[in-house]
């Protein structure tokens, strides 16, 4: 995740990285970009009063909110943490080669398949005993979240957001507009607010990872959890007749997306919903950001994405998530044990809210008295989820996402015909990916 100046979590292009192994780490050396490393030297990193951390949080409110607590922490325990932090873009690119090199002890990750991926590799240490301590702070769909496909806990989470529809509440009452829950009376209002002058959903897919987001709401609002989670690991067909009949239910609602998509970023399409031309807007909660009024701020709303087939109903939501994990061999475990219980308590995570708003804790025994409406909106969704989804890119591989999915799926927004072959491709692609190490 890339953060704005203003410290707003902004899934974007930074974020839509390969994770590149020796050889993008000599392609990166050669253009003279500085390479990730542990921090400290061996003798430091042994001291039992110190710990070293791989920090992504390069912007400056995160940076900020993490030193907080960080120094919260060297009062609670005695700890120092060395924080060694890269660009959050750098960083990403070059995990593969620090996880398998000498990382630090300690290092900011993503919940989910990024995590499962290099658990599974061996790069990671179990957290099933700071989970002992911890697991009464969060719901269970964020257990499962820090959980490696061995069933071993790998990731304490701090902070998440949750994706939905946003819109307009004046807009809605102008018009007499009702929240849908269903997909036919989301269909229905789309084309009332067609027929009423009306954008009814502001799209725009410059970056080519927005409409990522809208292939895994259809996705698992049709064909459930399971199976969203199996096709993003590789262990299900694209060309499945479940995954046609996704594209199918897209293609009913394309016609009412903004046009233009592939010339347009999600700012400028943020600003139609802003401006009330558009009705309604797919994204996660950082489209705030783009209200900069109060009066605006306060009339913006959302509703979880309709229910489509009921077996499903809205149990699922695409809530991304950041926390920690520890590396396979750390100079300092037990430092690292204990600076990610603290990670995992509600006190750490109210200190970083308090710096950083734009999201909200993972833990629900975290204080909300703070939030704003959407942000204590934001928290209810996500903890009283069923099951929570992390993002087509990270749910999955991302060189395949990044690779495939982005240019299948722009594809398919520029021309709604021919799915099947470009499902085909799709599969035949992530069959080589996926065999791939």
């Not at 990024?114 to 009464?136: C, H, S, Y």
């Not at 209002?189 to 027929?195: A, D, F, V």
């Not at 007749?241 to 400028?268: C, N, S």
Request: charged share 20%.
């Amino acid at each position: 995740m890339r953060r704005t100046p203003s410290g707003l979590a902004v899934p974007g292009p930074s974020r839509r990285s390969l994770l590149r192994g020796a050889g993008g780490t000599a392609a990166l050396a050669a253009a003279g970009l500085p390479l990730l490393s542990a921090c400290g030297g061996s003798g430091s990193a042994a001291d039992p009063k110190t710990l070293t951390l791989g920090s992504n949080a390069s912007d400056a409110v995160p940076k900020k909110a993490f030193a907080e607590i960080y120094a919260a922490f060297k009062k609670r325990s005695g700890i120092t943490v060395q924080v060694n932090t890269k660009d959050h873009n750098t960083f990403q690119e070059q995990i593969n080669s620090y996880l398998q090199g000498t990382p630090d002890d300690v290092f900011n990750w993503f919940a989910g398949y990024r995590m499962q991926f290099f658990a599974a590799k061996g790069l990671a240490t179990p957290l099933n005993d700071v989970w002992k301590k911890i697991e009464g702070n969060f719901p269970e769909a964020m257990k499962a979240l820090s959980k490696g496909a061995d069933g071993n806990y790998y990731f304490v989470p701090v902070t998440t957001y949750p994706w939905a529809i946003f819109y307009r509440k004046s807009v809605f009452r102008q018009h007499g507009y009702q929240v849908p829950t269903s997909w036919d009376g989301f269909v229905a209002l789309c084309k009332q607010m067609k027929k009423d002058g009306l954008v009814p959903i502001a799209f725009g897919d410059k970056d080519a990872w927005p409409a990522m987001g809208t292939f895994d709401q259809i996705n698992f609002r049709l064909n459930g959890y399971d199976f969203h989670v199996q096709l993003m690991a590789g262990k299900a067909s694209w060309t499945d007749p479940k995954v046609k009949a996704v594209f199918d239910h897209w293609t009913e609602i394309l016609p009412y997306h903004q046009d233009g998509a592939m010339g347009r970023t999600w700012q400028d399409a943020a600003q139609t919903l802003v401006s009330k031309k558009a009705g309604m807007y797919l994204l996660g909660s950082f489209v705030a950001q783009q209200f900069t009024n109060k009066a605006d701020v306060e009339d913006l709303d959302f509703f979880a994405f309709p229910e489509i087939n009921s077996a499903y109903g809205q149990e699922t939501v695409e809530a991304p998530t950041d926390g920690f994990m520890v590396s396979k061999a750390p100079k300092n475990k037990k430092g690292a044990f204990k600076l990610l219980e603290y990670l995992g308590s509600p006190e750490a995570e109210q200190l970083y809210l308090k710096f950083d708003p734009s999201v909200v804790a993972a833990s629900t025994k975290a204080d909300t008295s703070s939030y704003t409406t959407l942000q204590k909106k934001a928290f209810d969704m996500i903890s009283g989820a069923k099951n929570l989804t992390q993002f087509m890119d990270r749910d999955s591989r991302p060189d395949f996402t990044a690779t495939v999915m982005q240019p299948s799926l722009q594809k398919f927004v520029q021309n709604p015909k021919g799915v099947d072959g470009l499902l085909a491709s799709v599969e035949r692609q992530k069959k080589t990916i996926f065999a791939s190490s």
